[in-house]
């Protein structure tokens, strides 16, 4: 398969642990995105990433959240100190062009 | 004012009718503009590119009206597999240095037997 990947598709935490999402975005991509979508809303956008540098963060990625793609490849999305307000979808996308391709996504449950 | 707008929906509708959904948004300054489909549980999929000059695949039909910021998409002989979400989206220059996509919330179809 070589589309965008995911891992895990599901997490349940605890409020106030630490999850880390990974993305692998498709091979040639260069951009890779983070959005989050909760029930019945679209995904937002959280931060983007061209090659490794993170171009842009949304003002919904507080201090608690962080990304990062330290080899212009795969990323990682974490966040610490959880709360329940985080319990969402995480989705992953990238893209070289105009068109942006999602993965699976990750389910957050924060307990 | 939310930068993208949807009918809320539900709409529920037989096999075989048309239906039209509408969007609009608030940034003069968007450049591309899509329809993206989301199954229950699934990501969003791109279904199609929005046009000025609108645009068809199949039974699918979109149009958009830059003058009034609004974006339609036609379904023409709906089938149950049509049934999802159907998700407005709009591409705009977010002012550090990238285009970002802006997504609606969506507009959830039914196609009934």
């Known amino acids: 398969d070589t589309g965008v990947s995911q891992d895990p598709r599901h997490k349940i935490t605890k409020r106030g642990q630490n999850v880390t999402f990974r993305c692998d975005p498709i091979?040639?991509?260069?951009?890779l995105y983070w959005y989050r979508q909760t029930l019945g809303q679209g995904p937002e956008f959280l931060t983007y990433?061209?090659?490794?540098?993170?171009?842009?963060k949304s003002r919904l990625l507080s201090d608690r959240f962080s990304a990062e793609r330290p080899k212009g490849s795969f990323s990682t999305l974490e966040i610490q100190r959880t709360e329940q307000g985080d319990s969402a979808m995480y989705l992953c996308?990238?893209?070289?062009?105009?068109?942006?391709?999602f993965g699976p996504g990750t389910r957050l449950t924060v307990l | 004012r939310k930068e993208v707008e949807q009918d809320p929906g539900p709409f529920n509708v037989p096999e075989g009718a048309t239906v039209a959904f509408n969007c609009t948004y608030s940034?003069?300054?968007?450049?591309?503009f899509f329809w993206y489909r989301q199954d229950c549980r699934k990501e969003p999929k791109l279904l199609m590119s929005?046009?000025?000059s609108g645009n068809e695949d199949g039974r699918f039909t979109a149009q958009l009206n830059r003058a009034s910021q609004y974006i339609s998409l036609l379904i023409r002989d709906s089938k149950l597999s049509d049934s999802a979400t159907y998700l407005c989206v709009v591409k705009g220059y977010s002012g550090a240095g990238s285009y970002q996509l802006t997504f609606g919330k969506g507009t959830k179809l039914s196609v009934i037997p």
């Open positions: 996308a990238s893209g070289s062009g105009g068109e942006q391709f």
């Open positions: 091979s040639e991509h260069n951009r």
């Open positions: 940034n003069s300054a968007s450049q591309s």
């Open positions: 929005v046009y000025s």
């Open positions: 990433f061209q090659n490794e540098a993170q171009l842009e």
